[in-house]
């Protein structure tokens, strides 16, 4: 086991879909076992920039723990929390903008396209990468498992506890960010990256018709059947691949590559392999909604552990910078 600790979170914003999990989740459910401590957590903070309604919020807070048991993550292993448990996040958050620049932060991938859309920044999201800095910062986490568009994110909490450590002395661990190369881009039924913005995104815990009528509708070419075609011109290929074995890749590729077997049955097979893969996790989910108050003592039960650490570390913080007398 790695003497590490990791820690990463993700936001409560809506359905979970097929490329959270294989972009993030089944990460986290991999490697949670091979860290000492691991931390994960609902940045709910982070979701009010754009969700200001009460009980919109309240649900998908909820529906995020709910999902992220159902795919695995361990609360015997895993500290799982959200984020508004922890007050020492947001006064964190102060103390580091004290320390960050404007410049700095005008420079955040969020802020910039927002801008150059012509809309109005909030100054939650505008300050969005200090509050993630806090998150981070505060568990000592070594290593982040991110996306790449969230390095910068990281690059500026690195910056954030460098600024920190020399002003006050070594308090803060760097992390690194840990950014997962194999899965690449997740392709939607359009052939465009999986997004909700393009509305061809598959979700994690669809119904199995839904998923058998999200694999029919994606949309193939005019080749006859019997015609030879190469798997990898096809957005149904690059979906079913995230799911198969050896074997059942092996298997599906022989039927685009020597021809004979029409789209409609490729498809159903495809739609069997995504619902036997996907079956124990939303069965699970199932389970779990029967008893909601099991789910609010696991996140409640995690947010007096973080909390712990948290509050350690933030009466070093205030030490440092001179607020205890």
């Known amino acids: 086991m790695k003497k590490e600790i990791l820690l990463s979170g993700i ?53 995020t723990a709910v999902n992220l048991l159902a795919v695995g993550i361990d609360p015997k292993k895993v500290t799982l929390y959200k984020q508004s448990d922890v007050p ?32 109005e920044v909030s100054v939650g999201l505008f300050d969005y990468p200090v509050l993630q800095a806090a998150d981070i910062l505060l568990y000592d986490a070594t290593i982040v498992p991110v996306g790449e568009d969230q390095a910068q994110h990281i690059e500026m909490a690195r910056d954030i506890a460098r600024k920190f450590n020399n002003t006050y002395g070594e308090t803060f661990v760097e992390p690194q960010a840990l950014i ?26 669809a119904t199995e018709d839904e998923t058998t009528k999200y694999i029919k509708g994606i949309a193939m070419d005019s080749k006859s059947i019997d015609e030879k075609k190469n798997p990898q011109d096809y957005p149904l290929y690059d979906i079913a691949k995230l799911f198969v ?23 159903m097979y495809v739609a069997e392999l995504i619902n036997n893969y996907l079956r124990p996790m939303r069965t699970k989910r199932e389970e779990l909604l029967k008893n909601p108050n099991k789910i609010k003592k696991i996140i409640a039960q995690g947010g007096k552990r973080a909390s712990k650490i948290a509050i350690k570390k933030m009466d070093e913080v205030r030490e440092k910078v001179g607020l205890i007398l």
């Open 11 to 63: 936001k409560a914003t809506g359905d979970m879909h097929i490329d959270n999990y294989f972009g993030a989740l089944k990460q986290w459910v991999d490697l949670q076992y091979e860290y000492e401590q691991v931390f994960i957590f609902i940045p709910d903070y982070h979701s009010i920039i754009s969700i200001q309604d009460r009980d919109k919020l309240n649900q998908l807070i909820f529906d």
């Open 88 to 119: 020492c996040h947001t006064e964190a958050t102060w103390i580091f903008n004290c320390l960050t620049t404007m410049p700095q932060l005008m420079r955040g991938h969020a802020f910039k396209d927002s801008e150059a859309k012509s809309k």
């Open 180 to 205: 997962k190369k194999e899965v690449g881009t997740v392709i939607g039924s359009d052939g465009r990256k999986m997004s909700k913005s393009y509305k061809n995104q598959l979700a994690l815990f």
């Open 245 to 267: 074995t050896a074997d059942q890749d092996k298997e599906l590729r022989a039927m685009f590559e020597n021809g004979g077997v029409g789209y409609g049955d490729i498809k």
